[in-house]
């Protein structure tokens, strides 16, 4: 029924063309493309109808942007066809692919800080139709029609250097509807965005599909696509390796498609300590006026706590403030049952507390030096001031009980990080922050932008470490992370802690709805 009410629809601005739902709007072809060499995209073909949600999926590297910059006319592709509304290119300018109704929005969207909501979103229609001169009368009505569109409301006069992301990307929505646009391709909409960011967003897709516009919504977060998408396609190394309906898929499935093996992750089992012996890390009534207040938990030897909340909930402050970055205002921190100072990161240091900082698990590598080398980067510095000469020995034999430990797979740790796997390439950045020792290890949004296979290594390598005796606190709002992670999972509202959950009496659903909920 609802098909029929949108099978016919005209486009406000033309108003002659009558659009049919099914009909196909563009059509990829056999498309190949190396660069120098190397194949990024292999005989991957594509079709996309009018007013649909396509979701393309796959892993780093495999494609996913090459194919977008094809279809938008940046590359030109070295086999194959697109067709857009019938027309056949074997290589297509970037002037063309607009004219055809096409528009990209990248991930730094292309904006100019220094103009205004209105003037951004209205400059380009209002230059491509006077030229040389710009009707400022009109631009303010131009950029508010365009809101519209989408049910948006934002100060038109506000300068878009200073707004939110997610107000950017609806300024490049909205400036993308104004070119005519037939299909919108996202790249990686949802990266800097928050949950509630994200269901909004996701509400503007909607609405731009009843408006018979298609969207091509790339992505590697599987839950996102499980939610938006109606037809996903998932690329594995520069090949297609599914295009089928959407509802033929779940999570389990598409990681399969897009690493080509099953992966299984088995949720972390703590074994609770039964000694009377005090707890690894106590915390009690720590407050930092205006970040966090009165938080109180207990850390044991051995468990995985995970401390979740929207961005703005306090988390990443208190995780700082227990390295010792933001020293909190007042409470107490103890340490096997003896109260301590962390006023410094050398406090914190001292007391072996380690902090992992967001992202860094993706960066901080040097890929061209040696494995051992880049684990130990962090330590050579204490090495040298006692010893003043490096012992090489000791080095070595520390390389190597760490690439044993993490079960890093390399056939010598002489090898250049390059020709790791990206999930043994994670192992190395987690090596280079535990080659001080810590004994409480704090992980801050651990695999942001990690790859699925990747991923699941990783949270392997922290059950082990948890199984040996350390305690890690895991802050993230990945909600499937900290299920497979932690034992007990605490949930920050507003700088509070609000509720604690064990990982058993909880489902990933209850806690998301959780998180979510204002
Ligand atoms: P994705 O967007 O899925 O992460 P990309 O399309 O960016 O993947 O990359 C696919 C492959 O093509 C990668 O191996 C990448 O290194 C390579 N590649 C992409 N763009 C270029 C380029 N301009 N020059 C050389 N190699 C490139
Ligand atoms: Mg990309």
């Known amino acids: 029924m609802t098909a029929l009410l949108y099978r016919f629809f005209s486009m406000a601005s033309k108003g002659k063309i009558l659009i049919i739902m099914s009909e196909e709007i563009l059509n990829v072809s056999h498309i190949s493309k190396s660069f120098s060499g190397v194949s990024a995209l292999n005989d991957v073909s594509l079709t996309i109808k009018a007013g649909e949600i396509h979701c393309l999926i796959g892993e780093n590297g495999s494609g996913k942007s090459t194919l977008i910059k094809i279809i938008a006319g940046v590359y030109e592709p070295d086999e194959g066809e697109i067709i857009i509304n019938s027309h056949h290119y074997s290589k297509l300018t970037p002037i063309e692919s607009i004219h055809e109704g096409i528009q990209v929005i990248y ?120 939610d938006i998408s109606e037809r996903t396609m998932v690329l594995r190394n520069g090949q297609m390796v599914v295009d089928a309906d959407a509802s033929e898929f779940d999570t389990k499935k598409m990681v399969y498609y897009m690493t080509g093996h099953h992966v299984v992750e088995t949720a972390y089992v703590y074994e609770e300590n039964t000694s ?76 072996k507390i380690g902090y992992v900082p967001e992202d860094r698990l993706t960066e901080g590598l040097f890929l061209d030096q040696e494995i051992g080398k880049n684990m130990v980067v962090r330590i050579v510095d204490d090495l040298k001031g006692g010893q003043k000469l490096i012992n090489q020995k000791s080095l070595q034999l520390q390389i190597q009980d760490w690439v044993e430990q993490l079960n890093i797979k390399t056939s010598s740790s002489q090898l250049p990080v390059k020709s790791l796997s990206g999930g043994n390439q994670q192992r190395v950045v987690l090596a280079k922050w535990l080659a001080s020792c810590p004994r409480i290890l704090i992980l801050n949004g651990p695999t942001v932008g990690v790859d699925i296979g990747s991923k699941a290594e990783l949270h392997e390598a922290l059950r082990v470490l948890a199984k040996k005796g350390m305690g890690l606190l895991i802050m993230s709002d990945d909600i499937p992370e900290l299920m497979q992670t932690c034992n007990r999972i605490l949930l920050m509202r507003k700088g509070r802690i609000v509720e ?18 204002a």
């Open 107 to 226: 991930q730094d969207f292309s904006l100019f800080p220094n103009l205004t909501v209105a003037e951004n979103i209205a400059l380009n229609y209002q230059l491509e139709r006077n030229k040389n001169w710009v009707d400022w009368g009109n631009v303010r009505k131009i950029a508010q029609n365009a809101l519209d569109r989408i049910n948006v409301k934002l100060n038109l006069d506000a300068l878009v250097g200073e707004m939110p992301v997610a107000d950017k990307q609806l300024i490049a929505i909205s400036r993308a509807l104004l070119q005519d646009a037939r299909l919108i391709i996202m790249d990686e909409p949802t990266t800097a965005l928050t949950q509630k960011e994200v269901s909004s967003l996701f509400s503007v897709i909607k609405d731009l599909q009843k408006q018979g516009i298609s969207i091509l919504f790339v992505s590697h977060k599987l839950n996102e696509v499980l």
């Open 276 to 351: 009377n012996e005090p707890p690894l890390l106590k915390v009690e009534n720590l407050t930092s006026r205006n970040n966090f207040y009165d938080i109180s938990f207990e850390l044991k030897a051995g468990e995985i706590l995970g401390v979740t909340g929207l961005l703005g909930s306090g988390r990443t402050g208190l995780a700082l403030s227990l390295f010792g970055v933001f020293p909190a205002d007042s409470g107490s921190i103890s340490i096997d049952g003896v109260q301590v100072k962390i006023n410094s990161i050398q406090d914190a240091i001292d007391k």
């Open 500 to 517: 604690e959950f064990h990982r058993e009496m909880v489902t990933e659903d209850e806690l998301t709805h959780k998180l979510v909920e």
